[in-house]
């Protein structure tokens, strides 16, 4: 399923290109400062573009897909499993099947509405029973029972996600990911 082209994430992409400091921060695995560069300096002009809510949703889609791809951690984006949408798998949906203790979750709403918030949780508790491994990404703090970032230039806790994800990866026994060295 090709991914159509979308304004913010071209913006997001053309912004990665045109950093200098970017790469560097890639070689170093400092994917916080990294996400903390990006937020400053693009977090506006996304919100610009779009429904805060959506428009949030594609940036942190943007930044996970790049940065997971550049910390060499295995994951599927953008999955339909079981008729339910996965937005991120870590690392994939056979592991979800085989162990659901080693996968990790990621939802992330387009939208601040608790009631749909909840539904997608709900939905995915069906498929993965570890509550502590599905993690959700919004645009802002709203208190849910299971982890949470926010991505917003305030209170941006979404710049720990990828140490978190490793750190996460690192505790599985069948591991590939000790490349972070966390």
């Given at each position: 399923?090709?991914?159509?082209?979308?304004p913010i994430k071209d913006h997001l992409f053309e912004y990665i290109k045109k950093s200098d400091t970017i790469p560097k921060l890639i070689s170093e695995k400092k994917f916080d400062v990294i996400i903390n560069?990006?937020?400053?300096n693009c977090y506006d002009k996304v919100i610009s573009m779009g429904e805060k809510e959506e428009a949030i949703g594609i940036l942190a889609t943007g930044?996970?897909?790049y940065l997971l791809t550049n910390a060499l951690l295995n994951s599927q984006r953008k999955i339909e499993y079981q008729g339910i949408e996965l937005d991120i798998v870590i690392p994939d949906t056979k592991t979800l099947e085989k162990d659901s203790k080693m996968t990790l979750l990621i939802i992330?709403?387009?939208?601040s509405d608790k009631k749909i918030i909840h539904k997608k949780i709900s939905q995915l508790k069906k498929i993965q029973p570890v509550k502590e491994n599905i993690w959700?990404?919004?645009s802002e703090q709203l208190q849910l029972d299971?982890?949470?970032f926010t991505l917003s230039k305030e209170n941006n806790t979404f710049s720990k996600i990828i140490f978190e994800i490793a750190q996460f990866s690192n505790?599985?026994?069948s591991n590939k990911f000790k490349i972070l060295r966390i």
């Open positions: 399923m090709a991914e159509e082209s979308n560069e990006i937020v400053e930044i996970l897909h992330i709403p387009k939208s959700i990404v919004l299971c982890k949470s505790v599985g026994t």
